[in-house]
């Protein structure tokens, strides 16, 4: 089975700096997609961005980017110029040949 | 458009009632799908329409019925809940079932259910 894992429950950053969420899943699966989703306090789960396995090209989203090291099973998002309304809680998730497979979660709090 | 929506934002139910939870999408898709998710917890699946057709169960109670009446609409019937059902219920669509670059599920904004 896959298992998705977030280390870090808690993330804080100062509003315009760059803070950087860490995610690591395995799997035996060699084709997958991989997934970070943002849950603002408004409860809906919103796309952020997505990165198909078979690339190896990072994604990218105006101010969101993905390291994604495959040998590593890692998928770590940056944000850049942290908003206010990036504060939310962030899951990564997996996507393979069955269910979407979310990890813990991080909650980002933005300081302004 | 990638709008789904949940109707009732917030319900709150007896152990004796019998209640709805409504999910809509008009984006065209074929696949839907009923989460569970409790404070400070990631969505647990409870079940995958693929076509009108229930394709996957997680082992849910049968308190919880899920209905597909056509492909824009997804309903989950409640009866005889107990309080640890109380959680955030969310719906999803993607354009097909599976793993596809395609498949991106679209959430909506949950039904806050509480049970007493």
């Known amino acids: 089975a896959q298992t998705v894992t977030q280390s870090q429950p808690e993330m804080s950053v100062q509003e315009a700096e760059t803070v950087t969420l860490s995610c690591t899943y395995d799997?035996?699966?060699?084709?997958?997609?991989l997934f970070w989703y943002k849950q603002p306090p408004s409860r809906q789960m919103i796309l952020v961005i997505r990165?198909?396995?078979?690339?190896?090209q990072n994604a990218t989203e105006n101010r969101f980017s993905v390291n994604f090291q495959k040998a590593a099973k890692s998928f770590s998002l940056k944000i850049s110029d942290s908003q206010l309304g990036d504060a939310a809680m962030y899951f990564c998730a997996f996507q393979g040949a069955q269910k979407l497979v979310f990890g813990q979660g991080t909650r980002l709090t933005i300081n302004p | 458009d990638t709008e789904v929506t949940q109707t009732p934002k917030h319900l709150v139910m007896g152990m004796t009632n019998k209640k709805s939870l409504k999910c809509e999408q008009h984006m065209g898709h074929r696949a839907m799908y009923w989460y569970k998710q409790k404070a400070k917890k990631p969505p647990e699946l409870m079940f995958v329409y693929s076509y009108e057709k229930l394709s996957i169960n997680e082992s849910v109670p049968s308190r919880f019925s899920p209905e597909c009446p056509n492909s824009s609409l997804l309903n989950l019937h409640l009866h005889a809940l107990q309080p640890e059902d109380s959680a955030l219920y969310l719906c999803a669509s993607s354009q097909e079932g599976g793993r596809l670059a395609k498949n991106i599920q679209y959430f909506g904004a949950g039904t806050r259910l509480s049970v007493l």
């Open positions: 799997t035996s699966e060699s084709d997958y997609y």
């Open positions: 990165q198909e396995a078979y690339k190896q």
